[in-house]
């Protein structure tokens, strides 16, 4: 497995496991912290050994967004270049939904501006009472259309609520985040990894196939065009898994009740 600089990575069986680890900077995304998870995200399409994701970060923040000190330092020579260094940054979102792979995101503190898009890109967000998000882009002077938020927001609470927020900068508590739906469940920091470790393994259930397959359909049916696109892409799905050799073993594991064990 790669070595990263910025990112702690462990495999768990099928899960991996990624943290975020630049704690004295509530993780924030410099640029080699955003390669790496570019990186790592991209190259999930291909692996078949990782069934699940599971994001954090270190310390007391999942990710307070772009490291702007850095970014002080660095600056681009020209538009062309600074368009590359956006779209550097907007492709970990882009990988992340494009990964078959189902990411569980929990969010502990600050996940403000890209973090904030990190967290939205997750399958399923699980937080502690501290989480605080926001679109912070705006507070600095630049839009708060980035890293994908403008997609994700309206779609998840709603066009009023995502106006709100978005044309504010306002932090959006833990307790509002799980009224909107954007959490499932809000737990204490000592119960957060236990939450993740639960989901996880309810997915594990699934077949390999039939657990990549949801996440697609689900992906597609955001934008779908009407239900017999969708119920197109569910019967094609169904017709998939009940094709697949795992299909067997989820029947037996179901009526033997024990845990399934997939190839």
């Given at each position: 497995?790669?070595?990263?600089?910025?990112?702690?990575?462990?495999?768990?069986?099928?899960?991996?496991?990624?943290?975020?680890?630049?704690?004295?900077?509530?993780?924030?995304?410099?640029?080699?912290?955003?390669?790496?998870?570019?990186?790592?995200?991209?190259?999930?399409?291909?692996?078949?050994?990782?069934?699940?994701?599971?994001?954090?970060?270190?310390?007391?923040?999942?990710?307070?967004?772009?490291?702007?000190?850095?970014?002080?330092?660095?600056?681009?020579?020209?538009?062309?270049?600074?368009?590359?260094?956006?779209?550097?940054?907007?492709?970990?979102?882009?990988?992340?939904?494009?990964?078959?792979?189902?990411?569980?995101?929990?969010?502990?503190?600050?996940?403000?501006?890209?973090?904030?898009?990190?967290?939205?890109?997750?399958?399923?967000?699980?937080?502690?009472?501290?989480?605080?998000?926001?679109?912070?882009?705006?507070?600095?002077?630049?839009?708060?259309?980035?890293?994908?938020?403008?997609?994700?927001?309206?779609?998840?609470?709603?066009?009023?609520?995502?106006?709100?927020?978005?044309?504010?900068?306002?932090?959006?508590?833990?307790?509002?985040?799980?009224?909107?739906?954007?959490?499932?469940?809000?737990?204490?920091?000592?119960?957060?990894?236990?939450?993740?470790?639960?989901?996880?393994?309810?997915?594990?259930?699934?077949?390999?196939?039939?657990?990549r397959l949801t996440k697609d359909v689900l992906n597609y049916a955001v934008d779908a065009q009407g239900l017999e696109s969708v119920i197109a892409m569910e019967d094609r799905n169904q017709v998939l898994c009940a094709r697949d050799d795992n299909y067997k073993e989820?029947?037996?594991?179901?009526?033997?009740?024990?845990?399934?064990?997939?190839?």
């Amino acid at each position: 497995m790669r070595e990263y600089e910025h990112l702690l990575v462990r495999k768990e069986g099928a899960v991996l496991w990624v943290t975020m680890n630049r704690p004295d900077q509530l993780n924030a995304l410099n640029p080699k912290l955003v390669e790496e998870l570019r990186s790592l995200f991209s190259e999930l399409y291909w692996r078949r050994d990782v069934r699940v994701v599971v994001l954090a970060g270190a310390g007391r923040a999942f990710c307070a967004g772009l490291d702007l000190k850095e970014r002080r330092t660095g600056g681009y020579n020209s538009v062309s270049e600074h368009m590359d260094g956006q779209r550097g940054i907007s492709e970990i979102v882009m990988a992340m939904r494009r990964c078959p792979q189902p990411i569980v995101a929990l969010v502990n503190g600050a996940a403000c501006g890209g973090g904030f898009a990190l967290a939205l890109a997750s399958d399923v967000r699980v937080a502690t009472p501290s989480a605080r998000m926001n679109a912070a882009f705006i507070r600095i002077g630049l839009s708060a259309c980035d890293v994908g938020v403008s997609y994700f927001l309206p779609r998840m609470v709603g066009a009023s609520i995502a106006a709100e927020f978005m044309l504010t900068g306002r932090f959006m508590d833990a307790e509002r985040a799980r009224e909107l739906g954007l959490f499932s469940r809000i737990v204490e920091p000592d119960a957060l990894e236990d939450e993740g470790r639960a989901l996880v393994k309810d997915m594990l259930n699934a077949t390999p196939l039939g657990l990549r397959l949801t996440k697609d359909v689900l992906n597609y049916a955001v934008d779908a065009q009407g239900l017999e696109s969708v119920i197109a892409m569910e019967d094609r799905n169904q017709v998939l898994c009940a094709r697949d050799d795992n299909y067997k073993e989820g029947i037996a594991a179901f009526f033997e009740n024990r845990p399934p064990n997939y190839s």
